[in-house]
C-alpha cells in the first residue's frame, strides 16, 4: 500500500442519508479519522482517531460492493486528508453523487466542483466557535448547503444574522439542525416560523430510525 495513495479511514457502510437535500437515499458512509475540533455535540468522537490506512482503490472497491450511485466523504474531518480530494474525484468520474460533509474550519477550495458540499458554520454555543474558514463563503451556489447545529435560541439568532449578512438565504440551502436530545426539534420549528426564516429544518433522520447500537449511526 502505497500512503501517496492512502487515508487513514474509521469505517466505511451502508445506510440512509440523514443529513441534506439528500436525506432519505440509501447512502455509503466513508468516514475518515482525525479531527482538529471538539464540538460539544460531537457524536463520533471515536473517530478523533482510530482507523486504519486504506488504499483509494480498495475504498472504491468496498463502495461499489453496496451497488447504491451516493457517497458521503464524512469524518471526523475528512478535508484534512489531503488525499480525500483525489477520492472524490476519482468518485465523481465514475459517475457517483458524492457529498461531503465538512466542518467548515478547512478551506474547500480543493474539492472537485461537482461534489455537494455541507459546510457546518460552528455557532457560538458549538464548543468550536469562529473556526469557519471565511474561504468557504465563496462556494455559496445551488451545489453547496450549509448547516447550523442550534443548541440555543442564542445560536438560533446569531444563525439567522450570519446567514442574513451574508446572504446564504439567497444563493444556497440552509440548514438549521436542533442539538441532539439538547435542544427542542419543535421549539426550532416554532423559531423558523416566528423569524419567518428561510432556513430549512433538518432532523438528523438517522437518529430517529437507528438504535445507537446499529451501524446506521
Known sequence: MSPANSLKINEIFYSIQGESSWAGYPTVFVRTSGCPLRCTYCDTTYAYNEGEMMDI??????????GTPYVCLTGGEPLIQKNSFELMRVL?????????????????????????????VKTPDSGAFQSFNKNNLKFANVNTEYKFVICSEKDFDWAEDFSARNNLFETSNV????????????????????????????????????????RGV
Open 57 to 66: 482503490d480498495t475504498i472504491v472497491e468496498t463502495i461499489a460492493s453496496h
Open 92 to 120: 465523481c468520474d465514475k459517475g457517483y453523487k458524492v457529498s461531503v460533509e465538512t466542518s467548515g474550519a478547512v478551506d474547500c477550495t480543493p474539492v472537485d466542483e461537482r461534489v455537494k458540499k455541507i459546510i457546518d
Open 175 to 214: 440548514l438549521y439542525s436542533p442539538s441532539y436530545e439538547k435542544f427542542s426539534e419543535k421549539i426550532l420549528a416554532k423559531k423558523i416560523l416566528s423569524k419567518n426564516s428561510s432556513a430549512r429544518l433538518q432532523l438528523q433522520l438517522h437518529k430517529y430510525i437507528w438504535l445507537p447500537t446499529d
